[in-house]
């Protein structure tokens, strides 16, 4: 009788008491998001410092709630990241290669004796015994020197000539020596044009592991838009098996040799602002598109998604190079409504702007959402891609309605 009590309470026992502490759990943390959302996403990001992916989709979130993201300041951040106002402050542990031993050093110099004033000034007042070159370089490649260097070229120059000319300055202080840089002239910042921009988010990536100040898609933000691309934090949203185009910069590639043929074939894996993905490139592809397949070039890829247990993946269809992709890959437009649209004006106003643009090159779909459903409808208008047609639409149908396949 007890065996058969236990195995019946077995039955929901756990299932509905973990299912309540969950609930519990996310009715908490979508209170503290929707109420808290500066301190909350603070908190979050502190929490995953050891986890890049995570990072970059947590600060993609920021950028999606109207929250700055500062870049890492070596006056102004702390260990963590923190609150400024409605901004986060970037925290210098999330620096590569910048240990906790580091920064606890660097932080109880600044709180000592005050900011820092430039490179040279940080270099004399640290002790180099934990603060080494290869975290000095860190710190500047991310950004950390911006506002007291004319560039972080310069910043780079000015610890090298500094670190060549002996490192004895902190050590000596502490023992009481003299410091090397009693002549300004030895302590003097200097003046290097900044890097290439390539160059300086490309140090900055190494730095964090992520973009902060910037991305190289950037350059392609209207070219993306027109061409109908989907941020790849957003393909897990996406139906498995779906067609989707995404754009990025290549970032690694490992090729395999098939074992049917002995062909060769590729798995890339691809980034853009938000993450990244892997893209699966098989041979006759691979042939197509050897050339383009090299590290650090934008491309645009179409395939289709692959959602498993392991992750997204997508299946490439097409494979080109970004920076001379145009028009010629959009066959249609897709206007996504999601019913009942909030008032009658709404709709008479999608109307009157549709027809107002019925000269453009691109016939228009209807993709309509109803309780659940989706239907793709096929209609006698022809829009534009450009901004402003997809700017006015999407006041009305909402962000990222407009898709231009």
């Given at each position: 009788r007890i065996f058969d009590l236990m195995a019946y309470f077995a039955e929901y026992g756990f299932n509905k008491s973990h299912s309540a502490a969950y609930?519990?759990?996310?009715?908490?943390?979508?209170?503290?998001?929707?109420?808290?959302?500066?301190e909350f996403m603070a908190a979050t990001l502190s929490a995953d410092m050891d986890n890049t992916d995570k990072i970059v989709k947590s600060i993609a979130?920021?950028?999606?709630?109207?929250?700055?993201?500062?870049?890492?300041?070596?006056?102004?951040?702390?260990?963590?990241?923190?609150?400024?106002?409605?901004?986060i402050r970037?925290?210098?542990?999330?620096?590569?290669?910048?240990?906790?031993?580091?920064?606890?050093?660097?932080?109880?110099?600044?709180?000592?004796?005050?900011?820092f004033a430039s490179v040279s000034d940080f270099l004399e007042r640290i002790d180099q015994r934990k603060v080494n070159k290869k975290v000095v370089e860190g710190l500047i490649k991310a950004g950390?020197?911006?506002?007291?260097?004319?560039?972080?070229?310069?910043?780079?120059?000015?610890?090298?000539?500094?670190?060549?000319?002996?490192?004895r300055s902190s050590t000596g202080r502490i023992y009481g020596q003299q410091s090397i840089f009693a002549d300004p002239r030895e302590a003097g910042s200097v003046a290097v044009p900044e890097w290439d921009k390539d160059i300086l988010l490309k140090y900055e990536k190494e730095a964090l592991g992520f973009y902060i100040t910037g991305h190289p898609l950037s350059a392609y933000a209207a070219a993306l838009k027109k061409l109908g691309t989907r941020g790849i934090s957003n393909l897990e949203e996406t139906d498995d098996g779906a067609e989707v185009r995404i754009a990025g910069i290549l970032r690694g590639l490992r090729k395999i040799q098939t074992k049917s043929k002995a062909e060769i074939m590729a798995y890339c894996t691809v980034e853009d602002p938000s993450g990244s993905v892997d893209i699966i490139v098989f041979p006759e592809l691979y042939k197509a598109?050897?050339?383009?397949?090299?590290?650090?070039?934008?491309?645009?890829?179409?395939?289709?998604?692959?959602?498993?247990?392991?992750?997204?993946?997508?299946?490439?269809?097409?494979v080109s190079r970004l920076d001379v992709a145009d028009d010629r890959h959009i066959r249609r437009a897709e206007l996504t409504l999601t019913l009942p649209l909030s008032d009658g004006i709404q709709l008479r106003t999608l109307h009157s702007l549709l027809k107002a643009d019925a000269g453009g090159a691109y016939p228009l779909y209807l993709r309509v959402k109803h309780q659940g459903t989706e239907t793709l409808i096929e209609t006698p208008m022809k829009i534009s891609a450009d901004t402003d047609t997809v700017?006015?639409?999407?006041?009305?149908?909402?962000?990222?309605?407009v898709v231009f396949q």
């Amino acid at each position: 009788r007890i065996f058969d009590l236990m195995a019946y309470f077995a039955e929901y026992g756990f299932n509905k008491s973990h299912s309540a502490a969950y609930a519990y759990v996310a009715y908490q943390t979508a209170y503290l998001k929707t109420h808290y959302p500066v301190e909350f996403m603070a908190a979050t990001l502190s929490a995953d410092m050891d986890n890049t992916d995570k990072i970059v989709k947590s600060i993609a979130g920021c950028r999606e709630m109207g929250i700055e993201i500062l870049p890492p300041d070596i006056n102004l951040s702390g260990k963590e990241f923190r609150v400024v106002g409605s901004s986060i402050r970037f925290g210098l542990e999330a620096v590569k290669g910048v240990g906790s031993a580091a920064i606890e050093s660097i932080l109880e110099t600044r709180d000592a004796t005050g900011p820092f004033a430039s490179v040279s000034d940080f270099l004399e007042r640290i002790d180099q015994r934990k603060v080494n070159k290869k975290v000095v370089e860190g710190l500047i490649k991310a950004g950390a020197f911006d506002v007291l260097e004319g560039s972080r070229a310069g910043a780079m120059e000015t610890m090298n000539r500094i670190l060549s000319n002996g490192s004895r300055s902190s050590t000596g202080r502490i023992y009481g020596q003299q410091s090397i840089f009693a002549d300004p002239r030895e302590a003097g910042s200097v003046a290097v044009p900044e890097w290439d921009k390539d160059i300086l988010l490309k140090y900055e990536k190494e730095a964090l592991g992520f973009y902060i100040t910037g991305h190289p898609l950037s350059a392609y933000a209207a070219a993306l838009k027109k061409l109908g691309t989907r941020g790849i934090s957003n393909l897990e949203e996406t139906d498995d098996g779906a067609e989707v185009r995404i754009a990025g910069i290549l970032r690694g590639l490992r090729k395999i040799q098939t074992k049917s043929k002995a062909e060769i074939m590729a798995y890339c894996t691809v980034e853009d602002p938000s993450g990244s993905v892997d893209i699966i490139v098989f041979p006759e592809l691979y042939k197509a598109s050897l050339a383009m397949l090299q590290k650090d070039v934008p491309l645009l890829v179409k395939g289709a998604l692959d959602k498993t247990e392991k992750g997204l993946k997508i299946i490439a269809h097409e494979v080109s190079r970004l920076d001379v992709a145009d028009d010629r890959h959009i066959r249609r437009a897709e206007l996504t409504l999601t019913l009942p649209l909030s008032d009658g004006i709404q709709l008479r106003t999608l109307h009157s702007l549709l027809k107002a643009d019925a000269g453009g090159a691109y016939p228009l779909y209807l993709r309509v959402k109803h309780q659940g459903t989706e239907t793709l409808i096929e209609t006698p208008m022809k829009i534009s891609a450009d901004t402003d047609t997809v700017i006015r639409l999407e006041k009305i149908a909402g962000k990222g309605a407009v898709v231009f396949q």
